[in-house]
């Protein structure tokens, strides 16, 4: 009995984890790479700190599995993506699309800026400096292009990085102008990344999962189309599908300010071998991407 009771329990705690590998969103994180980080590069440096912090806070969180760094990096340079502008959500999209994931992480640095000044108080002269800085994140549907959450923030801190007593002796403390910068800089970015870790991990929670349903191109193997469906969801050889690919008409919904998007032809499939959960074919016209939809051949 006691034994009954044991297995019971390891086959519960196994399927709530396969329950949880199902449901696991994919995520790839990823820095815009604007203009203005392709022109001054402090900030594509800041971009890219923040990309990093991002990726270690959400790393491990329940319902999230994030795409590794390496992978992007390959997939950026690979196809020409890595000194681009990627800052529009139709080219991250894309980039998702690429990836496999299902929603993308766009991390942009907007602001950033360090100064310093003196305050002179009786026998004390204090060098104050102080880090201002700016980011915000877009969630977006790497299907539709849509941005479903695009949260921000920001930090602004002062701190004393030398103070100099004249009485009764001359004596100076502090770390220095540019030690204190470098500190202040560290703590902009952990309380930046934190904030949008926090504010990301509650739209993530709240946005759509990609249908079940959906059939899609899983890749190119042996120079055929593969696609994530077979027979157990009803395909079968010779049956013909229409490969579309969602883009962007560069016109915005004036409801809602989100690109409209519309559904472009790529290919005609001919299922050739329909295994039992994925089947390959031959693909008539252009060459299909991974995550392209797959539909019924409309006569």
């Given at each position: ?173 502090g770390d220095g102008l540019q030690a204190t910068w470098n500190d202040l800089w560290t703590k902009a970015t952990e309380a ?26 899983a890749g190119i193997v042996n120079g055929g189309v593969l696609i994530n469906k077979g027979a157990n969801a009803g395909i ?44 390959s074919g031959t693909c008539a016209g252009d060459t299909p991407q991974r995550n392209d939809i797959a539909e019924p051949l409309?006569?």
């Amino acid at each position: 009995m006691r034994l009954t009771k044991v297995l019971f329990a390891l086959a519960f705690l196994l399927s709530l984890q396969v329950l949880h590998a199902q449901s696991a969103k994919r995520i790839a994180i990823l820095a815009g790479n604007g203009p203005l980080e392709r022109t001054i590069p402090g900030y594509a440096i800041g971009e890219n700190r923040l990309v990093g912090a991002l990726t270690g806070k959400l790393a491990g969180q329940p319902g999230i599995t994030l795409i590794a760094q390496t992978d992007i990096d390959m997939l950026l340079k690979t196809q020409n993506f890595e000194n681009s502008d990627r800052s529009s959500p139709e080219t991250a999209a894309r980039i998702g699309r690429l990836l496999g994931a299902a929603q993308i992480v766009q991390a942009n640095y907007t602001n950033g800026s360090q100064s310093s000044h003196q305050e002179v108080s009786g026998g004390t002269t204090k060098v104050i400096a102080s880090v201002e800085a700016e980011g915000n994140v877009r969630l977006i549907d790497v299907e539709t292009g849509q941005i479903l959450a695009q949260p921000s923030s920001s930090f602004k801190q002062d701190a004393v990085a030398t103070e100099i007593r004249k009485w009764p002796v001359v004596k100076t403390t502090g770390d220095g102008l540019q030690a204190t910068w470098n500190d202040l800089w560290t703590k902009a970015t952990e309380a930046i990344s934190q904030d949008l870790a926090d504010k990301l991990t509650a739209a993530l929670a709240q946005a759509p999962a990609a249908p079940a349903a959906s059939i899609l191109v899983a890749g190119i193997v042996n120079g055929g189309v593969l696609i994530n469906k077979g027979a157990n969801a009803g395909i079968k050889n010779g049956e013909q599908l229409q490969i579309v690919r969602m883009v962007s008409t560069g016109v915005t919904d004036p409801a809602t300010n989100q690109a409209i998007l519309q559904k472009q032809k790529v290919c005609v499939l001919t299922v050739t071998d329909a295994e039992d959960a994925s089947s390959s074919g031959t693909c008539a016209g252009d060459t299909p991407q991974r995550n392209d939809i797959a539909e019924p051949l409309q006569p």
